[in-house]
C-alpha cells in the first residue's frame, strides 16, 4: 500500500513518492517512530546523524525545529 494517498501528493511530488514506493517492506519495519517537540516523526535508527539525538531526545536542529513549529499550523504534514 503506498503511503503517499489523497490530496495530490503523488501528482504533486512524483519523485518523491517513486522514492517512496521503492523503499522495501524491511526498510520500512526498520523505521521508529519517536515523539520530538510535540512533533511524530519517523526515523532510521540506522542514521546515527539524525536519529540518535531524536531518539535519546536531544535537541536537532534547534532554530529549524523553531521555525516549522511557528509556519506550520496544528495537524499539518511537513515532508523534509
Same mark, same amino acid.
Given at each position: 500500500?503506498?503511503?503517499?494517498? $489523497?490530496?495530490? @501528493?503523488?501528482?504533486?511530488?512524483?519523485?518523491?513518492?517513486? %522514492?517512496?514506493?521503492? /523503499? *522495501?517492506?524491511?526498510?520500512?519495519?526498520?523505521l521508529?517512530?519517536?515523539?520530538?517537540? $510535540?512533533?511524530? @516523526?519517523?526515523?532510521?535508527?540506522?542514521?546515527?546523524?539524525? %536519529?540518535r539525538?531524536? /531518539? *535519546?531526545?536531544?535537541?536537532?536542529?534547534?532554530?529549524?525545529?523553531?521555525?516549522?513549529?511557528?509556519?506550520?499550523?496544528?495537524?499539518?504534514?511537513?515532508?523534509?
Amino acid at each position: 500500500m503506498p503511503l503517499l494517498r $489523497g490530496r495530490g @501528493l503523488r501528482r504533486r511530488f512524483p519523485r518523491f513518492a517513486q %522514492a517512496f514506493d521503492r /523503499l *522495501t517492506r524491511a526498510q520500512w519495519r526498520r523505521l521508529q517512530l519517536c515523539t520530538f517537540e $510535540g512533533i511524530e @516523526l519517523w526515523v532510521d535508527p540506522q542514521d546515527h546523524g539524525v %536519529a540518535r539525538p531524536l /531518539l *535519546t531526545g536531544d535537541a536537532y536542529e534547534p532554530e529549524e525545529t523553531a521555525a516549522i513549529l511557528r509556519l506550520l499550523p496544528q495537524g499539518a504534514t511537513f515532508l523534509d
